[in-house]
């Protein structure tokens, strides 16, 4: 087992995987990387599955960048996980600017999650960030005009397009004990009492160096005590520039703990970086001055990082 999807499955994961976007996939050196199924054995688009990509308006679907991905996944024998069906960003202007009744709306989450649903195979992040950090339920469009209805629509409809994909609710700030991790507890428990297919949550883990949360492994064991795996669906661990000796240490550190933490919990199926390389990652555009989040630097040599990864698998 000589890279990260190869020593994960020898330790009995199903996968180390990466996301990756569509314009990154021009760059042949960050390709040959990427399709290495020893160190990626799963890919994620980080935009082209998302609804504004795929239904950019009513009932017209555009699957060429989803398909690409899905494509480069086959080829490269690796899984690939949808993300995702329902989400308050990155909505076209159509979905947020309709007075919406209820059941127009249902009917709209219907079509989208099983249109989408049924084109990708394998895992699908159904739902992403329901919650507010105070663990109350984001008032987007969805739950305003819906209330958590959407939620129950857009799970079946999934499990109808498609009996084998895994299906996910996906969140961040879940990862650690607290009012946002108790509200994904119970909607996990409401869903499977009222029978309506959850199959896991993912923790999206996007985090800072020195501060991976203590109990992210006993989080994990609370969801899957309730019946659903658990995945680590975009692991990140950002520092604020200039990069350090120190800071690079730390970060391996922290890596290595937050695979260990999924190590220990068999019901923690896999662990997906958000992208695997600094040269493309989200966190600069987003985190000003933050940044040197991944595993392999902006010029796509293994870090520090790399080798806690390694260390924890
Ligand atoms: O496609 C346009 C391009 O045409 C335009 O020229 C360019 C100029 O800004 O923008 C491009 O769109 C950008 C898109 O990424 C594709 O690169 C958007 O501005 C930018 O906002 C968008 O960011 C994405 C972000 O989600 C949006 O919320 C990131 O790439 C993506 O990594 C990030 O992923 C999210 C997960 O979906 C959910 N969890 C958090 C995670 C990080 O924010």
Request: charged share 15%.
């Amino acid at each position: 087992a000589t890279g990260l999807n190869a020593k994960a499955k020898s330790a009995g994961k199903l996968y180390f995987g990466s996301a990756t976007d569509n314009s990154e996939l021009t760059d042949t050196a960050y390709v040959a990387i990427l399709d290495n199924n020893s160190e990626f054995g799963q890919l994620t688009p980080a935009n082209s599955m998302k609804w504004d990509a795929t239904e950019p308006s009513q009932g017209t679907f555009t699957f060429s960048g989803g398909d690409q991905i899905a494509n480069l996944a086959k080829s490269n024998g690796q899984l690939l996980r949808g993300h995702n069906c329902v989400w308050y960003n990155q909505l076209p202007s159509w979905v947020t600017s309709t007075s919406w009744t209820s059941s127009e709306l249902l009917s709209v989450v219907q079509t989208h999650c099983s249109t989408i649903v049924s084109h990708y195979k394998d895992a699908w992040d159904v739902i992403n960030e329901p919650f507010n950090d105070d663990g109350t339920f984001r008032t987007d469009v969805f739950y305003t005009v819906t209330g958590t209805q959407y939620i129950t629509t857009a799970l079946q409809a999934a499990r109808a397009a498609d009996p084998n994909a895994k299906l996910y609710i996906n969140d961040y700030n879940i990862e650690s004990t607290g009012a946002k991790a108790t509200a994904m507890l119970n909607l996990v428990k409401q869903l499977k009492s009222a029978g309506v297919p959850v199959d896991g949550v993912g923790l999206q883990c996007h985090f800072i160096v020195g501060e991976v949360p203590t109990s992210l492994q006993s989080v994990m064991q609370q969801f899957t005590a309730l019946g659903v795996e658990v995945a680590i669906t975009e692991l990140d661990i950002r520092m604020t520039l200039p990069e350090t000796q120190a800071l690079l240490t730390q970060q391996q550190k922290d890596y290595q703990s937050v695979v260990a933490a999924c190590m220990a919990v068999e019901g923690c199926v896999g662990i997906t970086v958000w992208d695997y390389t600094d040269k493309y990652s989200w966190v600069p555009s987003t985190f000003s001055g933050q940044g040197d989040a991944c595993p392999w630097d902006s010029n796509l040599q293994k870090k520090p990082a790399y080798t806690g990864i390694m260390t924890a698998l």
